[in-house]
């Protein structure tokens, strides 16, 4: 089916081990982006693309890594996970001028 | 830096009453969105509004965008439980079409009987 997909949905892992959330869309929107979502933060951007091979950091990209070789998928890598980095994450994607759609989210613990 | 401020973020109130969720903010856009979210979901998108004066309306639920106040609202009318859940508003900053969207913290509605 045709929309927005994340794996995995829960992730447990402990500080210092790289993660890497995957984000898979169908639709061939040109834009893509990572959220994060924290109780009394609401959502904080991390990372966007405009295209393959096109990104650039948001809000809150330290201890984040994204790459986008193709257009439909757009992987967020956690390099040495923190226990600040425990969170949900959202990914989205768009065309130009329109409003984002969200994939289901990841859970993400970091023990 | 675009600042959103929703108010409030935490709401009760009974069915059958209307009320009104306010969203600030605080540099020129060129657009601000509605979602919803209800608990362990992802975010559903409510609205778009593009313009200043926009108005747009699904069911009980109705949005405006009042640019030079930098104001938007999502006003419920006759409220019913199943509106219960989280409501973001969002803006696009006019920095460009890649632009992520910086969120309000999100007003928690609680509809009860």
């Known amino acids: 089916d045709a929309g927005i997909t994340q794996s995995p949905r829960y992730k447990i892992t402990e500080t210092g081990r790289q993660v890497t959330l995957m984000c898979h869309q169908t639709w061939s929107h040109s834009y893509m982006f990572w959220y994060r979502q924290d109780l009394g933060h609401g959502l904080r951007l991390i990372y966007y693309s405009a295209a393959a091979d096109i990104t650039d950091k948001g809000e809150v990209p330290d201890g984040y890594v994204v790459s986008r070789s193709k257009t439909e998928n757009f992987p967020l890598t956690l390099e040495s996970a923190t226990r600040s980095q425990t969170s949900v994450y959202f990914c989205?994607?768009?065309?130009?001028?329109?409003?984002?759609?969200f994939g289901p989210g990841t859970r993400l613990t970091v023990l | 830096e675009l600042k959103v401020e929703q108010n409030p973020l935490f709401l009760s109130m009974q069915e059958g009453k209307n009320y009104t969720i306010y969203c600030n903010y605080s540099t020129t856009s060129d657009r601000l969105y509605w979602y919803r979210q209800d608990p362990g979901k992802s975010l559903e998108s409510l609205f778009v509004l593009l313009s200043n004066g926009a108005v747009k309306q699904e069911g009980r639920l109705m949005a405006s965008l009042d640019t030079k106040a930098r104001l938007s609202t999502l006003h419920i009318t006759a409220a019913v439980h199943d509106l219960s859940a989280t409501y973001f508003c969002?803006?696009?900053?006019?920095?460009?079409?890649?632009?992520?969207?910086?969120f309000g913290k999100g007003t928690h509605l609680i509809i009860q009987p």
């Open positions: 969002a803006v696009k900053g006019t920095g460009g079409g890649a632009d992520g969207l910086t």
């Open positions: 989205a994607s768009t065309r130009v001028h329109n409003e984002q759609f």
